[in-house]
């Protein structure tokens, strides 16, 4: 019976999986079609996984045009938080620090703008977190959200400058603390990613074309416009097809796909293992912090040991990213065609507010900071800054690409390290705000982000002040 069983819910995950790529390629096929989903920019795994939410019996019920089993989408609410624990693992693979010069050697000079780009990240989204968190405060004051959750408001950072991947930690993180409303706070953050994502990329085409007039910009002279391949999301010239990754083994031994599969999901089970030893043996702190936590410094170990052994050439980043990739579209597919839609329509007006306002707050950030900080190239950072603070890592790429096509300015470099320190600081923080939160109320967890951006603000002011005086030989 326990065989039977067991091989029952085998079959419910891999047709959920089977479902979940079903809509990734309907996805992929609108993406490349239709003309206002290119406009939007919208990715395939985002149009996918709302095709399976609008068509499915979430939305319309007994009417529903795709059936899809209660238990498919009970899965598919859970994957998220799963798939994103090898998601997290991936980051430290192959990371490496500092940047070298044609010698091999590390290159020396004046504050780094990296620092500068990180510090505001950092700031703007301890923002996005205090004014979602005020709002929250401001709402509960009214009897009808009155018993809002606790964690409530903190989904503006988590959607703006997480994304659709973020929307598994958060119901990871959750689940693991045992809050009860983990699946809505997951569904809240992924409306706040599409949202951001959305509005993102239309506020900053506007603006790039607006700067292009006035002179802000510096490669770019006419409107501003992407290649075709960017817009449909498919490249059909098989000479510009890029090259997915370097293989580091031979495949008669291991192909070399399987091996950094291996090595990810490898460290995110001993993750697994982890909390679970220390959950069974009680350990007071320790056993609250959830998986994907444990993934990241495990893998930190990992690569660690692995450069300190010479065996870094094993890795390639290219593949890493790949796999990465694959494991976020099949988990935003599986939020959004899971999300409990009338659930989160029930916090439909702070909800709003907290979007609206919050991505006026960004706009301004990341604009009049970045013209404020940075004395080459503001402008080209500044877009990387509203896109990575109201979508993802490629949305900032995507709005670099209209303002910089060639990529001939140093943005990008700056950005990708900037961005990778961010995620793990925004990893830092969000267990450490959710425990202040739930044990210790709204005013606790405001005050962490207030702090995390005093702090932010004043090595800004102690790094670009020092770096002037460098370049006036003082």
Do not use: C
Not at 285 to 300: D, G, K, R
């Amino acid at each position: 019976m326990e065989t039977s069983m067991l091989s029952q819910v085998i079959r419910m995950l891999f047709f959920t999986f089977a479902l979940i790529g079903l809509f990734l390629l309907i996805g992929t096929i609108v993406r490349a079609k239709v003309k206002t989903m290119q406009k939007l920019f919208l990715p395939a795994s985002v149009i996918g996984g709302f095709v399976g939410l609008l068509l499915g019996p979430i939305i319309l019920k007994q009417y529903a045009i795709l059936p899809i089993p209660q238990d498919w989408l009970s899965i598919a609410s859970i994957l998220p938080g799963l798939l994103i624990v090898p998601v997290v693992a991936s980051v430290p693979l192959g990371l490496k620090f500092g940047s070298k010069d044609e010698s091999g050697n590390k290159k020396k000079g004046l504050m780094k703008p990296v620092g500068i780009m990180l510090l505001l990240m950092i700031i703007i989204g301890s923002v996005q977190n205090f004014f979602g968190l005020s709002m929250a405060g401001i709402f509960k004051l009214f009897p009808n959200y009155a018993d809002l959750y606790p964690t409530f408001g903190t989904e503006l950072s988590a959607g703006y400058a997480g994304g659709h991947g973020t929307a598994g930690v958060i119901g990871s993180m959750l689940q693991s603390m045992n809050q009860p409303y983990w699946e809505v706070a997951q569904g809240v953050t992924t409306t706040t990613a599409t949202v951001g994502l959305i509005s993102g990329i239309l506020v900053g085409i506007l603006l790039i074309n607006i700067a292009a007039r006035k002179g802000y910009t510096k490669y770019l002279t006419g409107d501003a416009s992407l290649p075709e391949d960017m817009r449909t999301g498919v490249q059909k010239d098989l000479e510009k097809q890029q090259i997915a990754g370097k293989e580091s083994t031979n495949s008669a031994s291991i192909d070399a796909l399987a091996l950094h599969l291996s090595l990810i999901l490898g460290v995110s089970g001993l993750s697994f293992l982890l909390t679970f030893v220390l959950k069974k043996y009680n350990v007071l702190v320790l056993n609250s912090i959830p998986e994907w936590a444990y993934a990241i410094i495990l893998m930190y170990i990992v690569w660690g040991t692995m450069q300190k052994l010479k065996l870094d050439w094993v890795v390639d980043n290219k593949t890493k990213s790949k796999i990465a990739s694959t494991f976020a579209d099949f988990a935003i597919v599986a939020a959004i065609m899971s999300l409990p839609i009338q659930a989160v329509f029930t916090y439909i007006v702070p909800l709003s507010a907290i979007m609206i306002g919050g991505l006026l707050l960004t706009i301004a950030a990341s604009y009049y900071l970045s013209k404020l900080f940075f004395k080459d190239h503001w402008f080209e950072r500044s877009m990387v800054l509203l896109g990575t603070n109201t979508g993802v890592f490629l949305t900032g790429l995507l709005l670099l690409k209209m303002v910089d096509s060639d990529m001939k300015s140093p943005v990008l470099a700056d950005y990708s390290i900037a961005y990778s320190f961010n995620s793990i600081i925004g990893f830092v923080l969000f267990p450490l705000s959710f425990g202040l939160l739930i044990n210790q109320g709204l005013g606790a967890g405001m005050v962490l982000y207030v702090s995390v951006a005093v702090i932010a603000s004043v090595l800004l002011f102690v790094t670009t002040v020092s770096d002037r005086k460098v370049r006036k030989g003082v």
